[in-house]
């Protein structure tokens, strides 16, 4: 198979099949070209079966992406079984099909962050969200770095620790009794799995027998031993990432894992890919001089042949109002000058907290915008206690549905008699909505217990067979009404603003799904599909709307733009203030470096010499990540002795100008 269009590190990466390989790929490099060209060559010229190769990624998108791509390369047949998979999804496939192995049934539930929070909050007794999440996160990092529950509390280092473990312990056994897991428990399960049962670890080292890696810079410690296990000692795998895009040490990324890849696998080749295909010399210049701040485990500077470009514009703004009046500004007139697309425009931010303000600006200028990694409305945690019902509705064999609608409201059945129809429930081979309703489980709780449990299976069944010929609005309200949704909103919120905030939602649902079913003539069931489908095929056609996109700089890691404003770099923003007490400064400027790369044409950097704090006025300094920057390649706005920012009036009188002259293009019908 020829490799065309490949420079020579790329062409080697691809080529390379004799043991354990590290690419190293700077942003923009295409890596994704070499994981989909090097999957044809282990099939074209490896002589392998589609079906015993894996690519492992991090998210469906990626996962997706890859797949459409080698679909390009070879035909169907050919690819015929090939895993392309998060690694959420192979570890979901792997204890589907060895469940038995760890005491569940092969149709265990998968719980998502609310519902186990749920559980978290019965065990510490409480209903503060933050305190909820506090214990939640340290549960997920424990189980991220693979420690056991009994560990953590014998190695507990101070009471909040204690609280943690305990918490964790009765956790494991609670969803073990539903039949449960939760998200990290699809890594961590197989992860133990494998350690201790060497039959089902070499089934699946036969089965997957090579493995390739996307961003494995974010791999945490259970990832990683995941990995490991699997490629066993003939590390047939090709690992692909970057340890300067390591931007998730928050959430349990483990950088050590690049230097662990060199002592475990002795014989480990690397390949460092540095041209980079997306942005210009200047933009990768700055990148290049900020990150070499970093101690480095390993060596590389980026390069591209796609000229000098535009000098990196640094703008200083007098607050926060002024910095969205600013970028706002500058975007427009680029746009009208350049006769681009707002889809080439991207607003880098730090937080969430940052956008409210741009985007009022950019309503008030009638700019269409798209807002990245924010949440969709399905998925908002008063949407989906509906949705569980109607779920329930259409599928009473949907367990986490069935937890999450008998608890949301609660309706008299306590954590101990849902941990004792879990068990039931395993032991019968049974959904729990089927064991609650059979004879044999009536003496094993209390009567009390079991009428609540009766009404409520009750309520599924009248609705299940009203569903069918009743319209859909009708049937959600009269059921938001018998289980007193807007009250028990009320009574849980920590505000009333917040509980009606949540009902407006739920109302918006009910009339969505009303209008949906007359229009579409379709039941409450087949709605319930629909959503279904919708949530999972969210943000497919992002890339098709003409907006600017929003995005913290998190979420815009793997994306590009041919033009970038990366907004609040000040001290205290980016770098973050907890970043610079807790010693991650590192973690920040690789951030910053994301940013930077996610630039193919053009670069702005704002930063104000004030801006409100908890209400008070503060000065703010820029961000040190600025002055690494060599002066050669940016121009200086705003600052005493720099170039002028134009004034917000001479900017609107500008601005007004350049819209009437398109009008008046628009009138001769000459617009080019």
């Not at 009404?455 to 959600?476: H, K, Q, T, W, Y």
């Not at 920040?588 to 670069?603: D, P």
Request: charged share 25%; with cysteine; net charge neutral.
């Amino acid at each position: 198979m020829s490799l065309p269009q490949l420079n020579p590190p790329q062409r080697a990466a691809i080529q390379y099949l004799d043991g354990p390989l590290l690419v190293l790929a700077g942003a923009g490099s295409g890596k994704t070209r070499v994981i989909t060209q090097k999957i044809a060559h282990l099939i074209r010229e490896g002589g392998m079966n589609a079906r015993n190769i894996a690519a492992i990624t991090f998210t469906n998108k990626a996962a997706r992406e890859m797949m459409e791509r080698v679909g390009k390369l070879l035909p169907a047949s050919e690819l015929r079984g090939l895993t392309v998979s998060t690694f959420h999804s192979l570890g979901m496939q792997i204890l589907r099909q060895e469940a038995a192995h760890l005491g569940y049934k092969p149709q265990f539930s998968i719980l998502d962050a609310y519902d186990a929070g749920k559980i978290v909050a019965d065990l510490i007794q409480t209903t503060s969200k933050d305190e909820i999440r506090k214990v939640q996160t340290q549960i997920s990092l424990w189980k991220n770095d693979f420690r056991a529950p009994e560990t953590c509390l014998t190695e507990a280092e101070n009471a909040f620790e204690q609280v943690c473990a305990r918490a964790y312990l009765s956790y494991q056994d609670t969803l073990l009794a539903y039949q449960a897991v939760d998200f990290d428990d699809l890594i961590r399960l197989p992860v133990q799995l494998f350690r201790s049962d060497d039959a089902v670890l070499s089934k699946w080292q036969g089965k997957l027998r090579y493995l390739l890696i996307d961003e494995y810079q974010d791999t945490n410690t259970c990832q990683y031993q995941m990995v490991k296990l699997l490629a066993g000692v003939r590390g047939m795998f090709t690992a692909v990432g970057d340890d300067d895009q390591s931007i998730y040490a928050w959430r349990g990324a483990n950088i050590e894992n690049l230097r662990l890849l060199q002592v475990d696998f002795p014989r480990l080749k690397i390949i460092k890919l540095e041209q980079n295909y997306r942005s210009t010399a200047r933009i990768l210049r700055a990148a290049n001089s900020v990150i070499g701040n970093n101690p480095k485990l390993f060596e590389k500077k980026l390069w591209s042949e796609l000229g000098l470009g535009e000098p990196i514009h640094v703008v200083q703004c007098k607050d926060e109002e002024h910095e969205a009046e600013i970028v706002v500004q500058r975007l427009l007139a680029h746009k009208f000058e350049s006769r681009t697309r707002f889809a080439d425009y991207a607003i880098l931010y730090r937080g969430n907290y940052q956008a409210r303000i741009f985007e009022q600006v950019l309503r008030n200028n009638k700019i269409p915008y798209q807002m990245s990694g924010g949440q969709s409305f399905f998925d908002k945690a008063e949407i989906k206690d509906v949705l569980s019902y109607l779920r329930l509705i259409t599928n009473p064999d949907d367990d986490p549905a069935f937890i999450r609608s008998l608890t949301t409201p609660k309706r008299g059945v306590g954590n101990v008699s849902l941990e004792k129809l879990g068990a039931y429930a395993g032991q019968r081979q049974k959904s729990l909505f089927a064991a609650a309703t059979e004879e044999g489980f009536r003496g094993q709780i209390q009567i009390a217990q079991h009428e609540a449990l009766d009404d409520f299976c009750r309520l599924i069944v009248n609705l299940e067979s009203r569903a069918r010929r009743e319209p859909a609005g009708e049937l959600v309200q009269e059921l938001l009404k018998y289980i007193g949704y807007e009250t028990w909103l009320l009574d849980s919120e920590d505000s009333p603003r917040a509980a009606e905030s949540k009902w407006k939602n739920v109302q918006e649902l009910v009339g969505w799904l009303a209008k949906k079913g007359e229009a579409d003539g379709k039941n409450v069931i087949e709605l319930a599909q629909t959503i279904a489908l919708i949530t999972m095929l969210e943000g497919r056609d992002e890339s098709e709307v003409d907006a600017v996109k929003m995005s913290t700089l998190h979420a815009s890691k793997g994306l590009e733009y041919p033009h970038v404003f990366l907004v609040g770099c000040e001290e205290g923003i980016l770098p973050h203030s907890e970043s610079v007490d807790n010693g991650m400064i590192e973690e920040e400027r690789r951030l910053m470096y994301v940013g930077i790369t996610r630039a193919q044409r053009s670069l702005t950097l704002t930063h104000c010499v004030k801006r409100k704090r908890a209400g008070e006025w503060q000065f703010v300094d820029p961000s040190r990540f600025i002055a690494e920057i060599g002066a050669d390649d940016v121009r200086l706005f705003g600052r005493p002795g720099a170039e002028p920012i134009v004034s917000k009036s001479e900017g609107r009188a500008k601005l007004s100008s350049l819209l009437s002259s398109l009008d008046a293009l628009k009138g001769k019908g000459e617009t080019g």
